[in-house]
T-cell receptor, first 114, second 114 residues
């Protein structure tokens, strides 16, 4: 059974600081997703990582994937209050085209202090 | 990206009743997925709905409690039957993107059972 583990589950940090959220998964996967969820809202897709060594950046967020280590990271640079949200990583264990079910981590609740 | 319309966005229901949630997509998709997000928790897959066949349910979820319809390639419904307060959650539908690598989510249905 595929397991997706995120850490930390809760993170409180000061504005302007850098930090990294880690996502480990237990079986081979070709696709890893990062989502953002604001309170009471649905999921916003941030990144889709499809291959080993993939790195994607959007603003102050950068995600990377190491399929050999089964590890993805979401790095936050110079955090700002607007980034406060819950961040989920999710893994699709299927191979090839088309996707199967996606397994989610428990989420990291990020609170950025002004 | 796929545009997903989910209805209702929220509802308050009496225990013992049933609620049907609709999910409409702006393009044809092979698979649609239904997730549950209990308060403060991550997302758990309920079932996968393919057009023309019975839905595939995950462990812990049964058809009698969560019947699903998939009459065509752009529409699906999830019914939460004989509701109890433990069914209070956000229910989300999800579809794969056109490139078969992305996964998009509807805005969710926030269900409260009293």
């Amino acid at each position: 059974e595929l397991k997706v583990e995120q850490n930390p589950l809760f993170l409180s940090m000061q504005e302007g600081k850098n930090y990294t959220i880690y996502c480990n998964y237990s079986t081979t996967s070709d696709r890893l997703y990062w989502y953002r969820q604001d309170p009471g809202k649905s999921l916003e897709s941030l990144f889709v990582l499809l291959s080993n060594g993939a790195v994607k950046q959007e603003g102050r967020l950068m995600a990377s994937l190491d399929t050999k280590a089964r590890l993805s990271t979401l790095h936050i640079t110079a955090a700002v209050h607007d980034l406060s949200a819950t961040y989920f990583c999710a893994v699709d264990p299927s191979a090839g085209l088309g996707h199967d079910k996606i397994i989610f981590g428990k989420g990291t609740r990020l609170h950025i202090l002004p | 990206s796929a545009v997903i319309s989910q209805k209702p966005s929220r509802d308050i229901c009496q225990r013992g009743t049933s609620l049907t949630i609709q999910c409409q997509v702006d393009s044809q998709v092979t698979m649609m997925f239904w997730y549950r997000q209990q308060p403060g928790q991550s997302l758990t897959l309920i079932a996968t709905a393919n057009q023309g066949s019975e839905a595939t349910y995950e462990s812990g979820f049964v058809i009698d409690k969560f019947p699903i319809s998939r009459p065509n390639l752009t529409f699906s419904t999830l019914t939460v039957s004989n509701m109890s307060p433990e069914d209070s959650s956000i229910y989300l539908c999800s579809v794969e993107g056109r490139l078969n690598t992305e996964a998009f989510f509807g805005q969710g249905t926030r269900l409260t059972v009293v």
